[in-house]
């Protein structure tokens, strides 16, 4: 039951007027890691790959305390809450050792671009896809 | 029982390598809609105001269909499905007449920024947001 | 001798940690102008158009003084400088009736996305640009 | 004659629809390398730092070559060309060990947020930045 690591590094322009890294920028880092996590690591050899067509059909995103920037990145963990025919549910946590700033989950899409239309997950995916599958609920 | 109309333009770098506009770009969508509902219409004479500090809590987004860049502006719609003692949900469709694209709710907290803690709702405040209220259960 | 005037909309989001609008997010609004001036304007009906592929060669900015965010938009004034066999220079003001925020220039070369490489500007692309044409050199 | 070099990681979003790493997040990885050799490394303790205000004057930045992607950073090399009694100017390359994408250079003006005015380089401030001059001309 792995989890994915993704050491996510701030900007400063992160930040918006109030001082604080700005809610909508959380996604952004939750995209970097679902990226490292699906698009470099997931399987893709002669089949369909995540890299080459997924959709976000839905985010739900709890913000549990402020971020301001600094120059030590923030750790992005990911796991799979749900494997469905033709989606998956990522729950991520954004936060150092002692403490949490983010829990959200996504749910993705997998999408056939010469097609057009969302396709089904493969066989392989779905191994790859299960070494991080854990029966806790998202968080959110 | 009213909805505030926000007439968001869309900028060129709002899409992302596939073409469309990102899945992180509709919330700052969402976010230039309510900082023009509670920013600029909210009162805040005499009281502190939505303007002078104001936390998300959490957002629920759902990606209805893709958008590609244009020159005319999408439609945000909002309402308020829910004013607690110290936080009220935000609800939205963006759109065009004939189609939605997102929808989405958001809960915020407002926040007293020389203290440093979350405030309760005015009355006030809360007569202004009455205005926008709406039974309808949050799309998402 | 005419002028490109492109009415650009600030999002709160366009300021940093510093409270004003940030020095990277001029270059949006340039590039929001020159969309519009390139993109929708010019000519492109059985011809290789810009929209079909152009590159930044140079950017020259000048920071006039600071810009808060505020619901009204400014205005980008923007107008050619040189038409080259296969570059074209823009000169630009973000302002305000009374006031300059920023002057700038940029360096355009039209692109062959087909054949991965700069192509040459048509007669009827420099027909266009020419009613934009002035002598007076770029302000930066 | 020291150089500061900056590792700067991509995101997958600094790409934009023509698939490249847009022309203005350019400029985010300058202000990235920037924060780090002017916020992080130039002394303050005692006296006005850079990171308590300072403000971007000028860019000027030539587009070498295009860039995708990728899971590697890019390296930001730095030097100083130029320090004046309320100014400095900063070089930059943006590379990787055997090609240059960006040449770019900076005016920066340290700014007194109390006082609401440009301010001079203290004699301390000269020190570190002389560590850092070099003759040679700015690349563009």
């Known amino acids: 039951m792995a989890r994915h690591l993704y050491s996510c590094p701030l900007r400063w322009s992160?930040?918006?007027?109030?001082?604080?890294?700005?809610?909508?920028?959380?996604?952004?880092?939750?995209?970097?890691?679902?990226?490292?996590?699906?698009f470099r690591l997931a399987p893709g050899d002669g089949s369909p790959s995540f890299a080459g067509g997924s959709v976000v059909a839905r985010h739900e995103i709890?913000?549990?305390?402020?971020?301001?920037?600094?120059?030590?990145?923030?750790?992005?963990?990911?796991?799979?809450?749900?494997?469905?025919?033709?989606?998956?549910?990522?729950?991520?946590?954004?936060?150092?050792?002692?403490q949490v700033y983010v829990r959200a989950s996504t749910i993705v899409v997998p999408?056939?671009?010469?097609?057009e239309r969302p396709r089904r997950i493969t066989a392989e995916e779905k191994l790859f896809l299960q070494e991080y599958l854990d029966q806790e609920p998202a968080a959110v």
Chains 1, 2, 3, 4 share one sequence.
């Open 14 to 38: 992160d930040m918006d007027a109030f001082g604080h890294v700005n809610n909508v920028v959380f996604l952004r880092y939750l995209e970097e890691a679902r990226i490292d996590f699906m």
């Open 62 to 98: 709890d913000y549990v305390r402020p971020l301001v920037h600094r120059h030590a990145p923030v750790t992005v963990e990911s796991w799979v809450t749900k494997i469905g025919a033709a989606s998956l549910t990522i729950a991520y946590e954004i936060k150092d050792p002692e």
């Open 111 to 115: 999408y056939d671009l010469a097609a």
